[in-house]
């Protein structure tokens, strides 16, 4: 099953995503009963990721790779990523996580370049009505 879902960025942009059940089915099912829900966002070269999330998961199918525009979970840390380019580590033409991660979507937001002007913020995380 698939859930639109809008980031909610003061002073920016929404972020759209389309979270997807078919590769991470209980942690896309904790995030959607979880919601809403406020972190704050960081960045990682080209991976925006949020603080602890309130949302509890083990790995689930986890990748140590991602394509770009995936959304993810991070078990280790508790924090969903947003990639949309390459990670300071991984070889050059790889999206590299820190350690695996439940790919639970994907950035749906019609213009991606919004995404390079996302710094450390305050994020609000919500189903689209």
């Given at each position: 099953?698939?859930h ?5 960025i003061?002073?920016?942009s ?7 059940d078919?590769?991470?089915p209980?942690?896309v ?8 829900f406020?972190?704050e ?6 991976e ?8 509890s998961?083990?790995?689930e199918n ?5 394509d ?6 991070w078990?280790t840390g508790?924090?969903i990523?947003?990639f949309?380019?390459?990670t300071?580590?991984g070889?050059?033409?790889?999206i ?8 639970i979507?994907k ?9 390079n002007?996302?710094h450390?913020?305050r994020?609000?995380?919500s189903?689209?009505s």
């Amino acid at each position: 099953m698939k859930h639109s879902v809008i980031v909610k960025i003061p002073h920016s942009s929404n972020i759209l995503l389309e979270l997807d059940d078919s590769n991470s089915p209980k942690t896309v099912n904790d995030f959607i009963e979880k919601l809403p829900f406020t972190v704050e966002l960081n960045v990682w070269g080209d991976e925006i990721y949020t603080s602890k999330s309130p949302i509890s998961q083990p790995e689930e199918n986890a990748k140590s790779l991602v394509d770009l525009y995936d959304v993810a979970y991070w078990p280790t840390g508790k924090a969903i990523c947003m990639f949309y380019g390459p990670t300071p580590i991984g070889n050059q033409e790889e999206i590299t996580p820190a350690s695996p991660v439940n790919i639970i979507g994907k950035i749906m937001s019609p213009d991606k370049t919004i995404l390079n002007d996302i710094h450390s913020e305050r994020a609000i995380f919500s189903l689209k009505s």
